[in-house]
């Protein structure tokens, strides 16, 4: 696969890897607990990879429910200090200040956010965008996504994230699974594996 800059690679967009780990699944009413971002470019060989990386343990909004099922998957205690969490504002600013350093510095005009049920997390963050006042501070495209579910379900006729990995080769461990680093570090890996291993026609027709 022949391709340039990152910037003429997804229709001027960085894409970013994002996970979350949450107390629940409305993304209004239940707790923001854990966010990771991980930054995809092209390398000299022309294929896409991590190159960096970000993570935050936040803290519970005012008001946030915490619903036990879903702290009982993820394994989260929320307000244990030893996960040195910070206030969900803080965190998410300093994600996002980064990010929009990574995509000037790339010439790109936006980021755009990969995921593994990729609404899921997009909604989860766009609701604490509003919370704070994050609009214009937040470099995330507002509704637009790559879905690694679909993406895989395509390519490798798997849709959960581990089968997934272990389809394309990437190691996965479950024990390790529901951190959202760890989640958004397979995830990059999956969609760099995908997107590495489709045909590409360049700008202008090259293939």
């Known amino acids: 696969m022949k391709s340039g800059p990152i910037h003429e690679r997804f229709r001027g967009f960085l894409p970013v890897v994002i996970d979350v780990e949450t107390a629940g699944f409305e993304a209004t009413?239940?707790?923001l607990l854990e966010m990771a971002a991980v930054v995809l470019d092209i390398d000299a060989h022309?294929?896409?990879q991590p190159v960096a990386r970000w993570h935050s343990h936040l803290l519970p909004f005012a008001g946030a429910r915490l619903m036990p099922e879903a702290l009982a998957f993820n394994g989260i205690d929320p307000y244990n200090p030893?996960?040195?969490a910070e206030d969900e504002e803080s965190g998410l600013r300093r994600i996002?200040?980064?990010l929009r350093k990574e995509q000037k510095a790339r010439h790109c005009k936006r980021c755009?956010?990969?995921g593994h049920n990729a609404h899921f997390d997009l909604a989860f963050?766009?609701?604490?965008?509003?919370r704070h006042g994050l609009k214009n501070q937040s470099p995330l495209h507002p509704f637009s996504v790559f879905d690694t579910v679909t993406l895989a379900g395509m390519a490798l006729g798997q849709t959960v994230l581990a089968r997934a990995c272990l389809a394309?080769?990437?190691a996965f461990d479950g024990q390790h699974a529901h951190s959202a680093l760890y989640d958004a570090e397979r995830t990059a890996d999956l969609f760099c594996h995908i997107v590495n291993h489709c045909h590409y026609l360049a700008p202008g027709g090259e293939a």
Request: charged share 10%; glycine share 8%; aromatic share 4%.
């Open 112 to 114: 755009i956010l990969v």
């Open 82 to 84: 030893l996960r040195q």
């Open 168 to 170: 394309a080769g990437i």
């Open 29 to 31: 009413t239940d707790a």
């Open 96 to 98: 996002f200040d980064a």
């Open 125 to 130: 963050i766009n609701a604490a965008i509003h």
């Open 46 to 48: 022309g294929q896409l």
